[in-house]
């Protein structure tokens, strides 16, 4: 059997990984849709579907896919014209809730691909909490210029709070638990630093090394 299923999509940080496994021998292959596809322009004109349906196919051919094979791929929106082009072709698939072996593989892709992408340990951790969103805004904040490429651009979310009015003030800390989300590193207590503020779903304070 191969099952196919996808991760990312949800994250307001990079591209969306498309992953399959053929579970009698456990060959994992993956790709992944571009950030670019997330884009205000294409996003409206869901040019990610597209995407992931070229990935789907491209996937099963790096499996050698035979029409013998049970097919189950995830019943969500990613796959509306992967599932449409398997029925053009008569190609038998189940589209149901993909599980594991192929859900923590591909989940474990994403959050390596988030850390490459510079998210740290603690923001990387896939996770489906409606606060995730904000949690990650907080890290683009941080570094904003650097950090607006990787964010999907194109979600409603992102053109509600992704352009906020950002207060700079310089300050110090003497807390001993403060990581700063520029460069990764601790703040030493009693430091002089970098203190943005915005309001999102909630007002946000962010604590920066003043040289970073």
């Not at 094979?69 to 014209?81: A, D, K, N, V």
């Not at 190609?91 to 594991?100: A, P, Q, V």
Request: charged residues 25%; contains cysteine.
């Amino acid at each position: 059997m191969v099952l196919i299923d996808d991760s990312g999509s949800g994250s307001l940080i990079g591209g969306t990984c498309i992953g399959a496994i053929r579970t009698e021998t456990m060959e994992y292959v993956y790709d992944f849709i571009s950030i670019e596809f997330y884009n205000k322009e294409n996003f409206k004109s869901k040019k990610y579907l597209a995407e992931a349906n070229s990935i789907v196919f491209s996937l099963l051919n790096r499996l050698n896919y035979n029409r013998d094979e049970e097919i189950s791929i995830c019943q969500g929106y990613m796959f509306e014209l992967a599932r449409a082009n398997m029925d053009k072709r008569n190609i038998k698939y189940t589209s149901t809730k993909i599980e594991e072996p192929l859900q923590s593989l591909i989940e474990n892709t994403f959050q390596d691909y988030a850390l490459g992408l510079g998210l740290p340990p603690q923001y990387a951790k896939y996770t489906k909490y409606l606060l995730h969103f904000h949690r990650i805004l907080r890290w683009v904040y941080s570094d904003y210029k650097k950090r607006v490429p990787l964010c999907k651009t194109g979600w409603k979310s992102w053109s509600k709070y992704g352009t906020l009015n950002l207060s700079r003030k310089k300050d110090v800390i003497y807390a001993n638990n403060y990581i700063c989300l520029r460069c990764g590193f601790a703040i030493e207590t009693k430091s002089k630093v970098e203190r943005l503020e915005y309001t999102s779903n909630c007002k946000n304070t962010i604590y920066l090394h003043l040289d970073c």
